[in-house]
Structures are given as structure tokens and as C-alpha cells.
């Protein structure tokens, strides 16, 4: 049995001590919010965000941070609006070359050369590879603080959904196929990924 009492225990305002931080492997795997966006002047940004989820069903309301000023960040500012591209494992390669810290008003889903599609609800395109897309409009934009009140360098974005594109090939008897799909995940430090290609069901105890 293992002994508790044995673990390695660390407080991050001191640091970790290892040659990594373990912290990104943890929490893992995360999905990928891969957010195309188009500024006040109709330039547009395609990029990856590790820290990102969904946070809310009725209604539906994603989120994600931006560790630094972005220009998706920027653009969320300008217009209040995003859009989520589900990031599957034939679009690794495109998503990584995204992830390119390009001058601001580089288009990196020309860049990629990914195909934009037009939303219906905003301005900003969609991957046309992606299998899903979700455009959303931004209900709040909030500085991340410390324990101290300091203000951090990390922003948080929440978004409604306004829209939602499914490829009809992913569609089984009404669900949506997660594992046909092959979603990437972000999984440790700055090179791991996984790819989600089976599931198992686990009901829930009454």
C-alpha cells in the first residue's frame, strides 16, 4: 500500500524543485481551444489556448485564459466575439504551425493553409476542416489575481455559444462520435499531446 505521508509535497510560491513543472502534466489531458477571431478591421487570427474547457451547459459557455496580451486576446476586445475549432489529430500539424508568435495582423490560418468557412452569428471564420465549430459571443473578460489581490498576466475569456457546425459524418444515432472524431488533447510539457481514439461507459451509481 502506498504511504501518503511518503509523498513529494511542494508549495508553488517556493517552487517545485524538479526539472519541470509537474503542474501542465497533471492536469492533463486538457482540450485544445483553437480560437479564430478577426479584429475591428476584419484581419483574422487563428490560435491554440492549452487552458481551455466548458464551463457551462444551459446556457452553453466556454472558456479560456491567455497567459499574455494575444492578439486573439486584442481582437475578443475589439469585436466581443470568437469561435472554437475542434482541433482533430489529421489537423495537429496545422494547429502546432498556428501556435506561431506572428506579428499582429498575420493571418495563420493562411499561414497553415486552412480554408476559412463563414459563421452565421459572427464575423469571425471558422476552420473549414474542423469537424465542429462554435461561435460565441464574449460575456466577460476578467484579470486573473493571487491570493494577494495582485493582478496576474493571465486573462480570462468566457463566451457563449451562439452556434453550433457538426459534420454530419460524426453523427451516430444522435450523439456526436468523439472517438471517429480524434480530438487532440494537451497533455505535459511543451511537446505532449494524445489523441482520443477509444471510450469506455461507466454508469453513474444511483
Known amino acids: ?4 505521508a511518503a509523498d513529494y509535497f511542494y508549495a508553488p510560491e517556493t517552487g517545485h524543485g524538479l526539472e519541470h ?6 492536469i492533463a ?11 475591428a478591421e476584419g484581419r483574422v487570427n487563428l490560435a491554440p489556448f492549452s487552458y481551455f474547457n466548458a464551463f457551462c451547459s444551459r446556457p452553453p459557455i466556454l472558456g479560456f485564459a491567455s497567459e499574455q496580451i494575444s ?6 476586445l475589439e469585436t466581443g466575439e470568437f469561435v472554437f475549432n475542434l482541433v482533430t489529430e489529421e489537423l495537429a ?13 498575420v493571418n495563420e490560418m493562411a499561414l497553415a493553409g486552412l480554408a476559412p468557412a463563414q459563421c452565421r452569428a459572427v464575423r469571425a471564420p471558422r476552420v473549414a476542416a474542423s469537424p465542429v465549430a462554435m461561435e460565441c459571443k464574449v460575456l466577460s473578460v476578467q484579470t486573473l489575481r493571487d491570493l494577494s489581490g495582485a493582478e496576474t498576466a493571465s486573462h480570462l475569456v468566457l463566451g457563449q455559444v451562439v452556434g453550433v457546425h457538426i459534420d ?23 511537446s505532449d499531446y494524445a489523441v482520443v481514439r477509444e471510450m469506455f461507459k461507466m454508469r453513474r451509481p444511483r
Open 1 to 4: 500500500m502506498r504511504d501518503p
Open 21 to 26: 513543472d509537474p503542474m501542465k502534466a497533471i
Open 29 to 39: 489531458p486538457r482540450p485544445i481551444g483553437w480560437m479564430s477571431t478577426m479584429d
Open 71 to 76: 492578439d486573439t486576446l486584442q481582437n475578443i
Open 93 to 105: 500539424e496545422a494547429m502546432n504551425a498556428t501556435a506561431l508568435a506572428a506579428p499582429r495582423g
Open 168 to 190: 454530419p459524418d460524426y453523427l451516430r444515432e444522435g450523439r456526436f462520435d468523439t472517438a471517429a472524431a480524434r480530438p487532440l488533447a494537451r497533455c505535459g510539457y511543451l
